[in-house]
């Protein structure tokens, strides 16, 4: 089945510092969604990308999803304290489904020193 | 907040029981999904209900059923617990199996 894999699985960074985690899809996706989860939380909507090649910002995130369209990444600029927590990005499969399965990544858990 | 909300909030079962969680979709949702998440890990799908009707389904056995109801609103059953049934529950509600899912705050059931 679809698997898909994020690296790193644990990032510490200092404010200010830059953080980038990576989403590797093992099938071509339809599209990917990136969600947040605060610590006790649950996932919160970032965005979703669907093209090709797609590169969306919102502030100082940054979403890219591959030519490929198997793998995407996630930026954030300047880091503060409020972007902790774990962020998953999550697949919809173009293969034959005819349904939305999510299948979410195991996720990078974002660490903020002040 | 989203406008999915989701309860009990926390559930303490014995192995072998039955358990019910539910799930009030955001008005105008027509697609309920119910993920597990383990301690550290992703959301794992496990059932999509759309129009009161199951739309797929993950890798999880048969005693992990679902509802959902003409406004709706969506359950999870799971007949005999076992231990590793212990995780966070989450329903996402959204307007297509194909959009942005708006997650409820989940239920954390843990399996004595």
């Known amino acids: 089945g679809q698997q898909v894999m994020q690296i790193p699985q644990y990032q510490h960074v200092q404010e200010g510092e830059d953080f980038t985690t990576y989403c590797n899809s093992s099938t071509t996706l339809s599209n990917i969604q990136w969600y947040k989860q605060r610590p006790g939380g649950h996932p919160v909507f970032l965005i979703q990308?669907?093209?090709?090649?797609e590169v969306k910002k919102q502030k100082r995130l940054t979403f890219q999803f591959g030519e490929a369209k198997k793998n995407s990444s996630l930026h954030i600029t300047a880091t503060q304290t409020t972007d902790v927590g774990t962020y998953f990005c999550?697949?919809?499969?173009?293969?034959?489904?005819?349904?939305?399965?999510?299948?979410f990544g195991q996720g990078t858990i974002l660490t903020v020193h002040p | 907040e989203t406008g999915v909300t989701q309860s009990p909030t926390h559930l303490i079962k014995t192995r072998g029981q039955q358990v019910t969680l539910r799930c009030s979709s955001q008005s105008g949702h027509n697609t309920v999904s119910w993920y597990q998440q383990a301690l550290g890990q992703g959301p794992q799908f496990i059932f999509q209900?759309?129009?009161?009707?199951?739309?797929g389904r993950g890798n999880f056995p048969p005693r992990f059923s679902g509802l959902q109801f003409p406004n709706y609103s969506s359950e999870l059953n799971v007949n005999a617990l076992e231990l590793d049934d212990s995780a966070l529950y989450l329903c996402?509600?959204?307007?297509?199996?194909?959009?942005?899912?708006?997650f409820g705050q989940g239920t954390r059931l843990t399996v004595v």
């Open positions: 990308l669907v093209k090709s090649g």
């Open positions: 209900y759309y129009r009161e009707e199951e739309n």
């Open positions: 999550a697949g919809l499969d173009a293969g034959g489904t005819s349904y939305g399965k999510l299948t």
């Open positions: 996402a509600s959204s307007d297509s199996g194909y959009t942005e899912a708006f």
